[in-house]
């Protein structure tokens, strides 16, 4: 008889729950691992990077006039890249940002009903 012809039993594993997870998770945590570093270091370079008026209209989440508005009263810091010509153009840091918002922010319901059992 021939061997080649035979059809081999397909091999059939048994695990409970907690082995597969494990064995599961064994096989990818160096891809786990990689990917959070992956996403850690873009995130860092992306905090550093300037944001331009688009990019801050987006990042804010309001119009060009909004900004405008905001960017007129001094409220936030911009760079310019020639400071002598007013339409030149204009580069925010996402820290600054985040300090704006901070500062500005509104308080929510549950804020202001916990202020106002504290107070």
């Known amino acids: 008889m021939d061997n080649r012809n ?7 594993w048994t695990f409970d729950g907690d082995e597969l997870a494990e064995s599961v998770a064994e096989k990818l945590q ?3 691992i990689k990917y959070f570093y992956d996403a850690h270091k873009k995130l860092k370079k992306d905090d550093d990077r300037p944001l331009t008026y688009f990019e801050t209209c987006q990042y804010l989440k309001v119009s060009k006039t909004t900004l405008g508005k905001w960017v007129g009263d001094g409220l936030i810091p911009y760079t310019c890249v020639d ?7 204009r580069f925010f840091q996402k820290k600054d940002l985040l ?3 901070d500062k500005h922010k509104s308080l929510t319901r549950e804020e202001i009903r916990k202020g106002a059992r504290n107070g």
């Open 99 to 101: 300090e704006f918002l």
């Open 30 to 32: 160096p891809n786990i």
């Open 6 to 12: 035979r059809k081999k039993a397909p091999q059939v």
């Open 83 to 89: 400071p002598e010509n007013p339409k030149s153009k």
